[in-house]
């Protein structure tokens, strides 16, 4: 098949509407800008594929020299065109399932990108992970997650994922379990969060006497140690044990 730089299917189109007849370079591109969907040929490309396919003796020219003025070229498709324009139609048909495969598999992806983009709406301005709607805890006019929540003047960021890593590799060397190398204070707060199945960290503090950078440092603890997390409840943020 004729393929050159102006596009793989142009002389498909070129035999196409010569197989309604006879015509010349200009009259031909008139029809296909004003036929086609969508023409993106211009002159110099028309007549690049003319040429091309007069030398695979799929057209064959002749000068118009009859009537007044310069003298037209015109074109006829010959039966070595009508074989390669069968050969576009099986080429075309080929691409057109590719083609439909593409839009229906982007149609189905770009469905999940715009599901994604719904559900993720905010991220936590602590740890930056994405948030859901329903897991936002807005503190002061800012957005952070449930952990990051529990406490804005904690010393330790509560959900840093390298701190639990570091915490759980640290508790396996031990060869500790539950609340095995806790502090008995951290402890406390454990066996305290146990008891009311939950508690804030404002709780905390008024049960302990500590101060909020305290009490965020002890729940850091636990929640490195995988033994508490944040919880989300309709009166605030809860410091709940882990399996909850």
Same mark, same amino acid.
């Given at each position: 098949?004729?393929?050159?730089?102006?596009?793989?299917?142009? $002389?498909?189109?070129?035999?196409?509407?010569?197989? +309604?007849?006879?015509? @010349?370079?200009?009259?031909?591109?008139?029809?296909?800008?004003?036929?086609? $969907?969508?023409?993106?040929?211009?002159?110099?490309?028309?007549?690049?594929?003319?040429?091309?396919?007069?030398?695979?003796?799929?057209?064959?020219?002749?000068?118009?020299?009859?009537?007044?003025?310069?003298?037209?070229?015109?074109?006829?498709?010959?039966?070595?065109?009508?074989?390669?324009?069968?050969?576009?139609?099986?080429?075309?048909?080929?691409?057109?399932?590719?083609?439909?495969?593409?839009?229906?598999?982007?149609?189905?992806?770009?469905? +999940?990108?715009? !599901?994604?983009?719904?559900?993720?709406?905010?991220?936590?301005?602590?740890?930056?992970?994405?948030?859901? +709607?329903?897991? !936002? @805890? =807005?503190?002061?006019?800012? !957005?952070?997650?449930?952990?990051?929540?529990?406490?804005?003047?904690?010393?330790?960021?509560?959900?840093?994922?390298?701190? %639990?890593?570091?915490?759980?590799?640290?508790?396996?060397?031990?060869?500790?379990?539950?609340?095995?190398?806790?502090?008995?204070?951290?402890?406390?707060?454990? =066996?305290?969060?146990?008891?009311?199945?939950? %508690?804030?960290?404002?709780?905390?503090?008024?049960?302990?006497?500590?101060?909020?950078?305290?009490?965020?440092?002890?729940?850091?603890?636990?929640?490195?140690?995988?033994?508490?997390?944040?919880?989300?409840?309709?009166?605030? %943020?809860?410091?709940? %044990?882990?399996?909850?």
């Amino acid at each position: 098949m004729a393929n050159a730089k102006y596009g793989r299917h142009l $002389p498909a189109f070129i035999l196409l509407f010569l197989t +309604k007849g006879s015509t @010349y370079g200009s009259a031909l591109l008139n029809r296909m800008e004003t036929e086609m $969907p969508y023409n993106f040929s211009d002159g110099p490309a028309v007549y690049r594929a003319l040429n091309e396919l007069e030398k695979d003796k799929a057209v064959v020219a002749q000068w118009d020299t009859s009537a007044k003025g310069a003298a037209k070229k015109y074109y006829t498709i010959t039966d070595i065109g009508m074989l390669m324009l069968c050969e576009f139609k099986i080429d075309m048909e080929q691409r057109k399932t590719n083609m439909e495969f593409f839009l229906n598999e982007f149609e189905n992806t770009e469905n +999940k990108i715009n !599901i994604k983009r719904r559900l993720i709406v905010e991220k936590c301005c602590s740890c930056g992970i994405e948030l859901e +709607k329903d897991d !936002i @805890y =807005e503190v002061k006019g800012k !957005i952070f997650c449930d952990d990051c929540a529990l406490g804005q003047h904690k010393l330790v960021q509560t959900c840093d994922p390298s701190a %639990v890593h570091s915490a759980k590799l640290d508790r396996q060397r031990s060869g500790h379990t539950g609340t095995q190398g806790l502090t008995p204070r951290q402890k406390k707060f454990y =066996e305290y969060i146990v008891a009311n199945n939950g %508690v804030t960290a404002a709780q905390c503090v008024e049960k302990f006497g500590l101060t909020p950078e305290d009490v965020s440092s002890e729940l850091s603890v636990l929640r490195h140690a995988e033994l508490g997390k944040g919880q989300k409840r309709s009166d605030g %943020v809860y410091f709940v %044990v882990w399996e909850s």
